[in-house]
Nanobody, 120 residues
């Protein structure tokens, strides 16, 4: 059974940092891209970042470039999202998802999400 479990969310002041973790199990971790998404109240879900398992390429939404960093620890089957210089507009539920394949194109399995709240 494919399982993705996010952790690391919480309440932080603007300008602070958090590191989210996405622990994966039930599939061959090295064969699939992992993406981070977020959904704020009243807004549609948006892609934040992704790491491809084919060549390690990383992708970021313009709104987080230069502030967020995605990384992968294949030995631990875990993908991290380091979030620095957080802003109130980063407040959302953050989800990780496994790609359908090694590229950051389509995503099939999702975690339950972790809340990130940034106070001003």
């Amino acid at each position: 059974e494919v399982q993705l479990v996010e952790s690391g969310g919480g309440l932080v002041q603007a300008g602070g940092s958090l590191r989210l973790s996405c622990a994966a199990s039930g599939f061959t971790f090295d064969d699939y891209a992992i993406g981070w998404f977020r959904q704020a109240p009243g807004k549609e879900r948006e892609g934040v970042s992704c790491i491809s398992s084919s060549d390690g390429s990383t992708y970021y939404a313009d709104s987080v470039k230069g502030r967020f960093t995605i990384s992968s620890d294949n030995a631990k089957n875990t993908v991290y999202l380091q979030m620095n210089s957080l802003k109130p507009e980063d407040t959302a539920v953050y989800y990780c998802a496994a790609g359908i394949g090694s590229y950051c194109l389509d995503f099939g399995s999702w975690g339950q999400g972790t809340q990130v709240t940034v106070s001003s």
